[in-house]
Structure formats: structure tokens, C-alpha cells
């Protein structure tokens, strides 16, 4: 039997020590070094239409994002992008292919940082005529190796994209912008097969100390992707490499930054906003978990401040897991459950129903709610919301004070 001093808390078990890079600025946010992993997205409205692209990007920094990319297809584009960094609230980076021109175009339009492409942005001339670029504007480039737009020699040389053949491709375009004197850069090697991306990071990571961009292209709509970017991501992560990322989803890109931190928030490297416990329910349950989860959800949206809330349907595990919290409830007999504050009991909720599982359909709201997609158990919600924010007004007091001082 271990003592106290023998146990290990659960992140000391597992320690992320981060890799060592250096720290580059995306506009105002920094990447690298010990700066916080950045969450990024992409817009996917066309970048012609201004008014679309400023209300994905708002969509996108309400939802947390720390840094928007946008597409530059065109001179066209490039022209909008001009007006849209203007309007936002976010460090912008411009997405070139191909044409180096774009990117030349978008330096000078506000730029917080450009993305080009080895594969496909031309031979070092053009490279270097970026390079130009970007330390006229003050901004950072990113180098993005994609495994499906690998350069043709090193297709060549390797036959097929393998670690070695993404990581030859970054360091040659990293020496191209260090032999221009800049160093202003981070690298992605990217590809759609999770344990290819995962040995090309682990490769790039040991072979250099410039920030790493993490991603897994191409992942798919929103469930694949997701459970593949955790994979990729979270096993990098865990690792200590990754500095920025971006969760890649066929799916609205505000999805990508909700997955991207719950990517972070579940490595406790980062945390916003409200983070859920709740058990997946069963017959013990004595109110309805899923109902309530979805709605608590919902409703605590708006909540920055980062507050853990343990909702379990029963005493099974109700109070170990609202131990650990700062809200949490455990469901009990008679529409009555016990509310923890803080780590520890605070009072009962009543006016719950009591219509769940072991329980007998007794509540006034008897059968009521039946086949109805809404929680039968409103109030209870009500009462969380009311308890979260409380608690997130506490320590928004608690952050100005600190302020003053
Ligand atoms: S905590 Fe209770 S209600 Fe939730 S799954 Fe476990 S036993 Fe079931």
C-alpha cells in the first residue's frame, strides 16, 4: 500500500515536457518557446466576399481561435484580404499556392504571417522574393510540407511520402529562408495518415528548434477527424512537440477550434471556457444526464473562464468526480440532488423530477416530457447555469484585483 507522499497526482504521472523551440509572433499572438499551443482554423467562405469572411473570423475568435488563416487564391482575394485585416480581431495568415505573387501581395496587405508551400510555390528565387517580402511587412511564414503535394524530386528520390522525404522538404525551404537571414518561421508536415504525420513530427522535432505547426490533413467530416486529430495531435502533444495547431474538419471551422480545445483541455495544456465530466448514464441515473449535458453545453457557451463542472447522474460516482470540481451535481432520490461547490457539499437541489431510472415517475411533471428532445430536468440546468456563472464573475473579480496589484 503506497502513503501520500508515495502517489503521484495524475499530471505528475504524466509529465509534458515541451521541446524546446524557438518563439516566433503570429501578429500579436506568439508561437514557440513557452508561449501557450495556439489554436488556429481556416475560413472556408470565399475570400472575395469580405463580409462573409469577417463574420467567419469573428464566429471563429468567439469560439477561442487564436490565429485565422485565409485563403489567397487570387489578386482578387489578395485585394479583400487587404480590407478584412483591417476588420478583424485576429492575427491573419494568408494560405499561397502556387502563385508567389499572392503571397508578395498579402505581406503588403497586413499579413500577421504567410503559409507557403515547398511543394508547389516555385524554385528559390520566388522563395527568397517572399523572404523579401515578409521582413519588409514584419511578418512570420510558415513552411507547410503536406504529404500530398510533396516535391517531384523527392517523390523521386523516396518513391512514395514517408517521414524522411516531409522532413527533407522542410529543412531544405528552412535553410532557403535561414541562408536569407530570417528565422521568422514555424513548419508543418502534414499528412491525412495519422501514424505518418506522427513519425514526420517526431523526425522534424529532432532535427531542428524552429516552432511546429501540428495538423492531420485532410482528416474528414466531423466525428473521423476529430477522433484523428486527438490521435495525431494529442500523442505529439504528449510528447512535448506542437506549438500551434489546427484540428482540419469537413465541417463549419468553428467545430475545429472547439475540437482543438478539447484536444488541449484534455492534456490539461490549456483550458477555456467551461470542461464537462459528466458519466454516459444508466439505469441508476435519477435525472435525465444526457438532457441535461447537451443543454448545460449550450448554455455555457459564453463562459471564458475555465470552470470544471461534474454532472453524474447518481451517487455511484457523483461525489468523487464533484471532488474534483468547481460546480458539479450527483443525482439523488425524490428529485433531490446533492450540489458540490468548490470540492464540497454546498446543499440540495430540489424540484428535480424523479422519474429516471431505479426511480418511480412520482414528479408533478410526471410523463410529461416524454420522446421530448429537451432535458426534462430545465430547472436543474437553470440551476447549474446560475451556479457557473457565479463562479466564473468570482474569478473574473479575482483576475482584476490580481490586475491592480
Ligand atoms: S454514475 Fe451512476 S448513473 Fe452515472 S453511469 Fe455511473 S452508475 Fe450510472
Same mark, same amino acid.
Given at each position: ?16 515536457? !515541451?521541446?524546446?523551440?524557438?518563439? *516566433? ?6 508561437? $514557440? ?9 481556416? =475560413?472556408? %467562405?470565399?475570400?472575395?466576399? *469580405? ?26 482575394? =489578395?485585394?479583400?484580404?487587404?480590407? *478584412? ?13 502556387? /502563385? ?12 500577421? $504571417? ?29 513552411? $507547410? ?12 528520390? #523516396? ?41 514526420? #513530427? ?14 492531420? %490533413? ?16 494529442? %500523442? ?31 492534456? &490539461?495544456?490549456?483550458? !477555456? ?17 444526457? +438532457? ?47 450540489? #458540490?461547490? +468548490?470540492?464540497?457539499?454546498? /446543499? ?13 415517475? =412520482? ?7 416524454? +420522446?421530448?428532445? &429537451?432535458?426534462?430536468? %430545465? ?10 456563472? &457565479? ?15
Amino acid at each position: 500500500m503506497l502513503d501520500s507522499s508515495d502517489r503521484m497526482a495524475a499530471h505528475e504521472a504524466l509529465p509534458v515536457v !515541451r521541446r524546446r523551440s524557438r518563439r *516566433i509572433s503570429v501578429g500579436s499572438v506568439f508561437v $514557440g518557446g513557452d508561449a501557450a499551443i495556439s489554436v488556429q482554423s481556416m =475560413t472556408n %467562405t470565399p475570400s472575395e466576399d *469580405i463580409e462573409a469572411c469577417v463574420r467567419q473570423i469573428e464566429a471563429l475568435a468567439q469560439a477561442g481561435a487564436d490565429i485565422v488563416r485565409v485563403s489567397c487564391p487570387s489578386e482578387e482575394s =489578395t485585394r479583400a484580404f487587404a480590407q *478584412i485585416v483591417k476588420r478583424v480581431s485576429l492575427p491573419l495568415v494568408a494560405d499561397i499556392h502556387f /502563385h508567389h505573387k499572392r503571397a508578395l501581395e498579402a505581406a503588403r496587405a497586413g499579413a500577421a $504571417g504567410l503559409r507557403i508551400n515547398p511543394g508547389n510555390i516555385g524554385g528559390a528565387s520566388r522563395v527568397r522574393e517572399v523572404v523579401k517580402a515578409a521582413k519588409d511587412a514584419g511578418c512570420s511564414i510558415r513552411i $507547410g510540407v503536406n504529404a500530398g503535394s510533396l516535391e517531384r524530386d523527392l517523390l523521386a528520390k #523516396y518513391g512514395e511520402p514517408c517521414p524522411q522525404a516531409m522532413v527533407e522538404s522542410a529543412l531544405l525551404q528552412s535553410r532557403l529562408l535561414e541562408d536569407c537571414d530570417f528565422d521568422a518561421f514555424k513548419i508543418s508536415v502534414k499528412a491525412s495518415d495519422v501514424r505518418l504525420a506522427i513519425a514526420s #513530427y517526431r523526425l522534424l522535432a529532432s532535427s531542428c528548434d524552429h516552432p511546429l505547426h501540428l495538423g492531420i %490533413t485532410e482528416a474528414g467530416g466531423q466525428m473521423a477527424g476529430s477522433v484523428k486529430s486527438a490521435i495525431g495531435l494529442g %500523442t505529439l502533444l504528449l510528447e512535448g512537440i506542437g506549438d500551434t495547431l489546427r484540428v482540419s474538419l469537413s465541417a463549419d471551422p468553428v467545430e475545429e477550434v472547439r475540437v482543438g480545445f478539447a484536444v488541449l483541455q484534455s492534456l &490539461k495544456l490549456r483550458s !477555456r471556457g467551461v470542461n464537462i465530466v459528466a458519466c454516459p448514464s444508466c439505469s441508476r441515473q435519477r435525472f435525465d444526464v444526457i +438532457g441535461v449535458v447537451r443543454e448545460a453545453e449550450e448554455r455555457l457557451e459564453h463562459i471564458r473562464e475555465p470552470i470544471t463542472v461534474s454532472i453524474i447522474g447518481c451517487v455511484v460516482n457523483g461525489p468523487g468526480e464533484a471532488r474534483s470540481s468547481d460546480v458539479g451535481v450527483a443525482g439523488g432520490g425524490k428529485g433531490t440532488h446533492q450540489i #458540490y461547490v +468548490g470540492g464540497g457539499k454546498d /446543499h440540495r437541489f430540489e424540484g428535480g423530477n424523479d422519474n429516471m431510472g431505479g426511480g418511480k415517475d =412520482t414528479g408533478k411533471d410526471k410523463g410529461k416530457n416524454k +420522446g421530448k428532445d &429537451k432535458s426534462k430536468d %430545465t430547472k436543474l440546468v437553470d440551476h447549474i447555469v446560475e451556479l457557473v456563472e &457565479k463562479r466564473a464573475e468570482a474569478l473574473r473579480e479575482a483576475r482584476k484585483e490580481k490586475e491592480v496589484l
